[in-house]
């Protein structure tokens, strides 16, 4: 690991010291957070595995119901039952936050409470794989929005997680290694000098006993 291009002194060795801590702090916060990003995302997989499946069951009875209506009626009369629905649906769109990541939240409200509004036709001349049809269908939204949420928000969660993981990386392969080692050079080269400047110190008074022997001996 290349040391950084600093100079050997006990200050620079402070300020370096100073910041390898925080180097360290930080990236022990941020292995947690990706350790915690880890465990949500997973749980959102599970989560989103099984909508899915469920969303996708019943969307194939919806079409089983719709095919088997569209057989026994005719088109006009099918076209027709549905053309003008009764009952409005709004969508409302939110964030919430996880882990410092923005995750959508979808939620929805129906124009009417009564739960005949879904059919927006009578029963006389519909029939009955229609009814299930659009049962299954009012059914299965509330599934659907939590399943976009619930993929939104864990491919969020995945861009988070791989952004986190490059900084846990440069933080423990390149910084702190290259902050200990700069350290490291320091402490040596300050070690030198002080030898150096102990043994300048040991000659000149060794030099200064030698001249005080012959002036003594004079």
Do not use: C, W
């Not at 947690?32 to 469920?54: A, G």
Request: charged share 35%; aromatic share 4%; proline share 3%.
């Amino acid at each position: 690991m290349a040391i950084m291009r600093v100079n050997p002194t006990r200050m620079e060795l402070t300020r370096l010291k100073k910041r390898l801590r925080v180097a360290r702090r930080g990236h022990k916060l941020l292995k947690d957070k990706r350790d915690e990003l880890m465990k949500k995302f997973l749980e959102m997989v599970r989560e989103n595995k099984e909508l899915r499946e469920k969303v996708e069951d019943m969307l194939i009875r919806v079409h089983t119901d719709f095919l088997i209506a569209r057989a026994v009626m005719s088109s006009e009369i099918l076209e027709g039952a549905l053309m003008f629905p009764k009952q409005r649906v709004e969508l409302e769109v939110s964030t919430a936050n996880i882990m410092s990541v923005d995750v959508p939240v979808l939620d929805f409200k129906t124009s009417g409470t009564d739960d005949g509004e879904i059919y927006p036709y009578g029963f006389a001349a519909t029939s009955g794989e229609l009814d299930g049809a659009v049962g299954t269908l009012a059914k299965v939204l509330p599934f659907m929005l939590r399943l976009a949420q619930v993929e939104k928000s864990a491919q969020l969660l995945a861009e988070e997680i791989e952004k986190t993981r490059r900084r846990v990386n440069a933080l423990e392969y390149v910084l702190i290694p290259q902050l200990t080692d700069t350290i490291k050079y320091i402490t040596m080269k300050l070690d030198e000098n002080e030898r150096g400047n102990l043994t300048r110190l040991m000659k000149v008074k060794d030099m200064m006993l030698e001249q005080a022997h012959k002036a003594m001996n004079r």
